[in-house]
């Protein structure tokens, strides 16, 4: 009779289904939780991420302060991921601040100029903040470890030491020499006629290569060029400045003072257009306050030198004259509906700036424009800073152009014979607005 009941329960499949359905209830579980988990885990993976390099940048803003860097860090995390949702997805300590080595992708903590940030923000168990699973739960996997990592650096480009940069077009004539790392770059393109020589690592850029405009045949009439040709986006942020540069410059703001008037402290003359700049006075600050319709001189043949200029009006370098340690700005605008066509700094022939040193520190001279710059020609060039909010127009048969940073918020005309990049130091003096961007 027992064994007859033993065979009885192990031939009956009442009940059968049930252990299947299990089986297959724990294996749905597992495909359901892999699905909605994992994409849940993704798309915290990608709040962090976007909040390690919103935080990461932010923070390079504040460079070389440490402190602050890390401050701003972690306040941006918070701001992006709040802490009541996520917890504190960023801990002082993942903020690490230090100069970065491009090639070998390494972050040199020690050093004294920092010029990056790291961070790394965690939804993690190291944070407390693990993110917690729905349906994996069922199987023992309590929750994620995500984290995301950014490294953003501020930085100057290349470009900016010795180029020429154009929000507009640059447009270069023919037989130009283009010589040791210049560069150039604009932003609507680049146009260029016959004869002009690119030396090796020279380079020539727009955001795209359609916005060349050549001759035909001009690939094989330029010579270097199509080495030279690069894809590249880079906007002349320092025209966005310019008027505030020569505003700082009268209130004498540390941070926009030209190296010769930085351990002095300059008088700040207050003049009108009648003024003969021929009996400045070295190591001062001169206010021009003019109509815009009227036209500052600086005479003929004048060695000027150690002094800031900031009119009104226009400003008008007769010939011949030679600037060293100088900075000019013009604020003056045209009329109509063109107001920033206007050449409120004018340069006659064979006009000198830059003091002749192959680009060493110092000697230098800046120009700062709210509307455009005209240059003639036969002009001698060894070290000069220029930033117009319209057009820059250099003239033909140059002597030499020995280390030269131009950004225009117009066009960049280049007329023939001229020759760029002679120098090994670039343009000295060089002031700017820092750039920041992602380098992880």
Same mark, same amino acid.
């Given at each position: 009779?027992?064994?007859?009941?033993?065979?009885?329960?192990?031939?009956?499949?009442?009940?059968?289904?049930?252990?299947?359905?299990?089986?297959?209830?724990?294996?749905?579980?597992?495909?359901?939780?892999?699905?909605?988990?994992?994409?849940?885990?993704?798309?915290?993976?990608?709040?962090?991420?976007?909040?390690?390099?919103?935080?990461?940048?932010?923070?390079?803003?504040?460079?070389?302060? #440490?402190?602050?860097?890390? &401050?701003?860090? =972690?306040?941006?995390? $918070?701001? %992006?991921? *709040?802490?009541?949702?996520?917890?504190? !997805?960023?801990?002082?300590?993942?903020?690490?601040?230090?100069?970065?080595?491009?090639?070998?992708?390494?972050?040199?903590?020690?050093?004294?100029?920092?010029?990056?940030?790291?961070?790394?923000?965690?939804?993690?168990?190291?944070?407390?903040?693990?993110?917690?699973?729905?349906?994996?739960?069922?199987?023992?996997?309590?929750?994620?470890?995500?984290?995301?990592?950014?490294?953003?650096?501020?930085?100057?480009?290349?470009?900016? #030491?010795?180029?020429?940069? &154009?929000?507009? =077009?640059?447009?270069? $004539?023919? %037989?130009? *020499?283009?010589?040791?790392?210049?560069? !150039?770059?604009?932003?609507?393109?680049?146009?260029?006629?016959?004869?002009?020589?690119?030396?090796?690592?020279?380079?020539?850029?727009?955001?795209?290569?359609?916005?060349?405009?050549?001759?035909?045949?001009?690939?094989?009439?330029?010579?270097?060029?199509?080495?030279?040709?690069?894809?590249?986006?880079?906007?002349?942020?320092?025209?966005?400045?310019?008027?505030?540069?020569?505003?700082?410059?009268?209130?004498?703001?540390?941070?926009?003072?030209?190296?010769?008037?930085?351990?002095?402290?300059?008088?700040?003359?207050?003049?009108?257009?009648?003024?003969?700049?021929?009996?400045?006075?070295?190591?001062?600050?001169?206010?021009?306050?003019?109509?815009?319709?009227?036209?500052?001189?600086?005479?003929?043949?004048?060695?000027?030198?150690?002094?800031?200029?900031?009119?009104?009006?226009?400003?008008?370098?007769?010939?011949?004259?030679?600037?060293?340690?100088?900075?000019?700005?013009?604020?003056?605008?045209?009329?109509?509906?063109?107001?920033?066509?206007?050449?409120?700094?004018?340069?006659?022939?064979?006009?000198?700036?830059?003091?002749?040193?192959?680009?060493?520190?110092?000697?230098?001279?800046?120009?700062?424009?709210?509307?455009?710059?005209?240059?003639?020609?036969?002009?001698?060039?060894?070290?000069?800073?220029?930033?117009?909010?319209?057009?820059?127009?250099?003239?033909?048969?140059?002597?030499?152009?020995?280390?030269?940073?131009?950004?225009?918020?117009?066009?960049?005309?280049?007329?023939?014979?001229?020759?760029?990049?002679?120098?090994?130091?670039?343009?000295?003096?060089?002031?700017?607005?820092?750039?920041?961007?992602?380098?992880?």
């Amino acid at each position: 009779m027992l064994v007859e009941k033993w065979r009885g329960f192990l031939s009956d499949e009442h009940g059968g289904g049930t252990i299947w359905g299990l089986l297959w209830f724990i294996l749905m579980v597992g495909i359901c939780g892999m699905a909605v988990d994992s994409t849940d885990g993704f798309r915290y993976r990608t709040m962090l991420q976007a909040t390690a390099d919103s935080s990461a940048l932010a923070a390079a803003v504040d460079l070389p302060d #440490r402190d602050a860097a890390v &401050a701003t860090a =972690v306040a941006y995390s $918070s701001t %992006n991921m *709040g802490i009541d949702v996520n917890g504190a !997805v960023l801990d002082p300590a993942d903020v690490h601040v230090g100069l970065w080595d491009q090639a070998s992708h390494s972050l040199d903590t020690g050093a004294p100029n920092p010029d990056a940030v790291m961070v790394t923000v965690r939804r993690s168990d190291e944070n407390n903040n693990a993110l917690s699973t729905n349906f994996l739960r069922i199987i023992g996997l309590q929750a994620w470890n995500v984290n995301a990592q950014a490294v953003a650096q501020r930085f100057i480009p290349e470009c900016l #030491r010795e180029g020429l940069i &154009a929000r507009g =077009v640059v447009d270069i $004539s023919s %037989n130009n *020499g283009f010589h040791r790392l210049i560069c !150039v770059h604009g932003q609507q393109g680049v146009e260029m006629q016959n004869g002009n020589v690119h030396e090796a690592g020279v380079t020539v850029s727009m955001p795209d290569l359609e916005m060349l405009t050549i001759p035909s045949g001009g690939m094989t009439s330029n010579p270097g060029l199509p080495e030279a040709l690069r894809e590249n986006i880079l906007d002349p942020r320092m025209v966005n400045h310019v008027n505030q540069i020569m505003d700082n410059l009268l209130a004498e703001v540390a941070d926009v003072m030209p190296d010769f008037l930085a351990n002095i402290d300059p008088p700040v003359y207050q003049v009108d257009e009648k003024f003969n700049f021929a009996n400045y006075q070295p190591n001062s600050i001169y206010e021009v306050q003019c109509p815009a319709n009227k036209l500052v001189n600086i005479p003929s043949g004048l060695a000027l030198s150690n002094v800031v200029i900031i009119a009104e009006c226009n400003i008008s370098v007769g010939a011949n004259a030679r600037l060293t340690n100088v900075v000019l700005g013009s604020k003056a605008l045209g009329n109509g509906a063109s107001p920033l066509a206007n050449a409120n700094i004018s340069f006659s022939a064979n006009v000198s700036l830059g003091a002749p040193d192959d680009c060493a520190e110092g000697g230098g001279v800046q120009l700062f424009s709210s509307a455009s710059i005209h240059f003639s020609s036969s002009m001698l060039v060894n070290g000069l800073q220029v930033v117009a909010a319209g057009d820059v127009e250099l003239g033909a048969r140059d002597q030499g152009i020995n280390g030269i940073s131009v950004q225009s918020g117009g066009d960049i005309r280049l007329t023939s014979n001229n020759v760029f990049g002679l120098c090994a130091g670039g343009a000295p003096d060089l002031f700017t607005v820092p750039y920041y961007r992602l380098v992880i």
